[in-house]
C-alpha cells in the first residue's frame, strides 16, 4: 500500500468515487498518508433505494438457512485473508498482531456464529414469537405474533477502533433478518473495512443489491432515511446524540440503536487475597483492558474499585504489569502496545488524562512521555504510556465517573461495602460492562443485582473460571453487546435478539386457519 492508494464506495452494484482530493487516512506509527477518500457527490438517496428496492427483495427472497450460508461463506473469505487484513489494522489502525485479531477474528467468528444460527433456523424467512392466544368462545379466533424482515435498508454508522468487526456484528444479523446493509466505516481506519468490501464484493456470494459500502463522511445520507430503514450507530455519545436527533430520523420514526460512550468498571470483592487466582485474574485482566488496542475498546475498563485497605496492593501489582508494556511500531519484534488511531485521538485522551488527575494523581506513567520498546523517535507518531491514578474521593469526583478517556487510561477507586461498590459504579449512569473479581457468592449477589440495570453485561471473575475465562473485553455474539443510559440505551447481538432489531414483530388477530396458511411450514417458532 502507498500513499496513492485511492479507498472507493460501492453503490447500486458498482465501485464510484467521490470528488475531490477528500480525507486523509494516516499510518498512526509514522504520521504517513496512507490513502484518500471522498463521498462528494456519491448519490445517497439513489444508494438507499437501490438497497430498499433491488437488495430488500433479493434478501427476502431467501430463507434463513440460505442467509445463513452467504455469511458463513463471507466469514470464510474473511479468515482466508487474514494476514493481509492484519497488515492493513497494523498500517492504518497502528494495531498490533494480537489487537487486529481482535476485530478481524472477531468479524469472521461473529459471521460464522450467525451462519449457524441460520442454518438452525432452517428453510423458512418468518419467525413466530410465542404461543398462540386464543380469543373467540365459539370460533377460532386468536391472535399469534410474527417477525417479518423491514423493507428498509439497515445503515450502519461506525467507529474507527473496529473497522472489520463493528460492521460484521450489525451485517450478521441484519442480513440473517433478511435486511440489505448500508456500510459507513470511521473514514480515519477504512483501510481494513474497504478491503472487506472488495473481498466481499469479488467472492461473488452477495445478492445485488444487498451491499453498499461508503468510503468518506456520510454526506446526506441521513437525509434520505426512511420508516422501514434502521440505523446502528456506534460512536461517540456526541455524534449518537446528533443521530438521534437528525430530523429526518424523527420525521420518519426511523428505528436506532446507538452504541455510544461507556465507563466500564471492575470491582474487586473483599475476599480476595493477594496472590490467590481470582486477584492474578483481576491483575491481568484490568492491565489488559488498558493496553489492548492502546485502550481503545468500548469495553475497556476505564474505573477501577478497591476495597480501601488493598488500594496500595492494587495499584503495586498493575504498575508492575504496565511497566512492562513495550510500545512502539505495531509490527516491531516484541511489542505489544502500538500507537492511539490519530494525533487528535492522542490530544484527546492527553487532555482526558489532565481532567482526571484534577480529582486524583497519577501513580503510573506520564502522558507527555513515552519509551518506546523499538527504538523510534518518542516525538513520532501517536504513542503514549498507558496511564493509571488513583483517585481516593470518587463520590466528589464527576468527572471520573463521566468522562471516557479513550485510551490506555484507568482510575483505582475505594470502596467500602457491596453496597457503596454498587451506588459508585452506578455514577456512570450505563455502561456496556463491568467485571465482578469474587468467590464470594453472597458479595457478588449483591453487587450483580445492584449493578445489572446500569449494564448491558457482567462479567463474573472467579477463580474457578480463571483458567479460561474471556475477559470482559470481549464481546462475543451469543451474549447481548449494548448498555442503558449513557452507553446508548441499545442492544445488538445475543444470538437471535440480535436479529429481531432488523424485524417488525406483527400482532395477527383472526382465524387460526387464516393465520395458520399465512404463516405455513416455514415459520419458525422461537
Ligand atoms: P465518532 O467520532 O462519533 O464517529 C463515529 C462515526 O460517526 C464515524 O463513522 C463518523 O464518520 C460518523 N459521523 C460523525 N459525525 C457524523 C454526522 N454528523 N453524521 C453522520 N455520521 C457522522 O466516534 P469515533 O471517534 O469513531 O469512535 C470512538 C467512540 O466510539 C468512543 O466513544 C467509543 O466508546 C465508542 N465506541 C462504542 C462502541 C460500543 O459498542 N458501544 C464500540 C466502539 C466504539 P467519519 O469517520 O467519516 O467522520
Request: charged share 20%; with cysteine; net charge negative.
Amino acid at each position: 500500500m502507498n500513499d496513492s492508494l485511492r479507498i472507493r464506495s460501492y453503490v447500486q452494484d458498482q465501485w464510484v468515487d467521490g470528488e475531490g482530493e477528500g480525507a486523509r487516512l494516516y499510518n498512526p506509527s509514522t504520521g504517513e498518508v496512507m490513502a484518500t477518500a471522498s463521498t462528494t457527490g456519491v448519490d445517497m438517496g439513489g444508494a438507499l433505494a437501490h438497497a430498499r428496492r433491488v437488495g430488500g427483495a433479493n434478501l427476502r427472497s431467501l430463507s434463513f438457512a440460505e442467509r445463513g450460508a452467504i455469511l458463513k461463506g463471507l466469514s470464510k473469505v474473511v479468515r482466508e485473508h487474514r494476514d493481509e487484513l492484519l497488515e492493513l489494522a497494523r498500517t492504518n489502525g497502528g494495531n498490533t498482531a494480537g489487537d487486529g485479531s481482535f476485530d478481524i477474528d472477531g468479524a469472521s467468528g461473529t459471521l460464522f456464529f450467525y451462519s449457524n444460527l441460520g442454518r438452525s433456523l432452517g428453510e423458512g424467512s418468518l419467525l413466530e414469537d410465542g404461543e398462540s392466544l386464543p380469543l373467540g368462545k365459539e370460533t377460532s379466533l386468536c391472535g399469534r405474533h410474527v417477525w417479518v424482515p423491514r423493507r428498509g435498508a439497515a445503515v450502519f454508522v461506525n467507529a474507527f477502533n473496529f473497522p472489520a468487526w463493528g460492521f460484521a456484528e450489525k451485517m450478521a444479523c441484519a442480513f440473517l433478518a433478511g435486511m440489505p446493509v448500508v456500510v459507513k466505516p470511521a473514514t480515519l481506519t477504512a483501510c481494513v473495512a474497504f478491503r472487506l468490501a472488495e473481498l466481499f464484493v469479488d467472492s461473488g456470494l452477495l445478492p445485488a443489491g444487498s451491499w453498499t459500502f461508503l468510503a468518506g463522511p456520510a454526506g446526506d445520507l441521513l437525509d434520505h432515511l426512511e420508516g422501514q430503514d434502521v440505523l446502528a450507530f456506534t460512536g461517540s455519545a456526541a455524534t449518537g446524540r446528533k443521530m438521534r436527533s437528525h430530523p429526518r430520523v424523527l420525521d420518519k420514526g426511523v428505528r436506532v440503536s446507538v452504541e455510544a460512550d461507556s465507563l466500564n468498571s471492575a470491582v474487586l470483592g473483599p475476599d480476595v487475597e493477594e496472590g490467590s487466582d481470582s486477584w492474578n485474574l483481576f491483575v491481568k485482566e484490568v492491565s489488559r483492558e488498558m493496553t489492548q488496542k492502546a485502550g481503545q475498546k468500548c469495553t475497556a475498563t476505564r474505573r477501577v474499585f478497591v476495597p480501601a485497605d488493598r488500594i496500595e496492593a492494587v495499584i503495586a501489582a498493575l504498575t508492575g504489569r504496565l511497566a512492562r508494556t513495550t510500545i512502539g511500531e505495531p509490527g516491531a519484534e516484541g511489542v505489544r502496545m502500538g500507537p492511539l488511531a490519530s494525533a487528535a485521538q492522542l490530544e484527546d485522551v492527553k487532555g482526558g488524562v489532565g481532567d482526571l488527575a484534577s480529582v486524583g494523581e497519577i501513580v503510573f506513567g506520564d502522558p507527555e512521555i513515552v519509551e518506546r520498546a523499538d527504538g523510534g523517535s518518542s516525538g513520532t507518531g501517536c504513542f503514549m504510556s498507558p496511564v493509571l491514578l488513583r483517585c481516593d474521593e470518587p463520590r466528589e469526583a464527576a468527572v471520573v465517573h463521566a468522562r471516557e478517556v479513550f485510551g490506555p487510561v484507568a482510575t483505582v477507586m475505594p470502596y467500602d461495602g457491596a453496597e457503596e461498590a454498587v451506588e459508585l459504579i452506578a455514577l456512570g449512569e450505563g455502561s456496556l460492562v463491568a467485571s465482578v473479581y469474587s468467590d464470594d457468592a453472597v458479595f457478588v449477589r449483591q453487587v450483580v443485582l445492584g449493578i445489572a440495570p446500569y449494564h448491558g453485561r457482567v462479567y463474573l471473575g472467579s477463580a474457578d473460571i480463571a483458567g479460561e475465562a474471556w475477559g470482559p473485553g470481549a464481546v462475543l455474539p451469543g451474549l447481548v453487546h449494548g448498555g442503558p443510559g449513557r452507553a446508548g440505551a441499545s442492544e445488538e447481538l445475543g444470538g437471535l435478539r440480535g436479529v429481531y432489531h432488523y424485524m417488525q414483530r406483527t400482532a395477527l388477530e383472526g382465524s387460526a386457519e387464516l393465520i395458520g396458511s399465512i404463516l405455513g411450514e416455514g415459520a419458525k417458532s422461537t
